[in-house]
């Protein structure tokens, strides 16, 4: 059996299964016809490769001067001019309004009427001992739902807290 000149080219560019492969990879160590098969596929497609890399030829030093020095000595128009003068006049403006909107007009995106929800610290507070009471690892020095204290047990509690004032310094 020999393989034809399509199955060795799929061969020659990986693009069969790898059982084929080693398939043909044994078969062409055997067989003198179709390894000149193989060498001859092969050989044509060096010669692509090569035609192929001689087609790619570098700009001509000449002309990639000229192109250049026209960029170079290009006289602008005068829309350019006109849109060079009122750039900044126009970029500077918008930048600042955009700054000003996304400082303070943020809270205006919401709709008529209604009001962003707020949360007291109250709460804060109340959920934090309710959370640090359920934790076993938690330090259970001083947890205290704030809704319970008045101002005057507060400062005491702190005072008491407080390493400098237990003391007396």
């Not at 003198?32 to 030093?61: G, I």
């Amino acid at each position: 059996m020999h393989y034809d000149a399509e199955t060795l080219a799929d061969y020659l560019h990986g693009e069969i299964g790898p059982q084929a492969d080693a398939a043909i990879h044994a078969h062409l160590e055997v067989c003198a016809a179709c390894r000149a098969a193989y060498d001859e596929v092969a050989s044509v497609r060096d010669w692509l490769r090569a035609v192929a890399r001689a087609d790619e030829r570098e700009f001509p030093a000449l002309i990639k001067a000229r192109v250049w020095e026209a960029v170079r000595t290009a006289e602008p128009t005068f829309l350019d001019r006109l849109r060079a003068a009122f750039r900044p006049a126009i970029a500077l403006p918008l930048a600042a309004a955009i700054a000003v909107f996304a400082y303070a007009g943020v809270p205006a995106i919401h709709l008529p009427g209604s009001t962003p929800a707020a949360i007291s610290a109250t709460t804060l507070l109340e959920e934090h001992a309710a959370v640090a009471s359920d934790n076993p690892l938690a330090d259970r020095g001083l947890v205290v739902q704030a809704s319970v204290l008045d101002d005057a047990r507060s400062g005491a509690l702190i005072e008491a807290s407080d390493p400098a004032t237990a003391t007396g310094n």
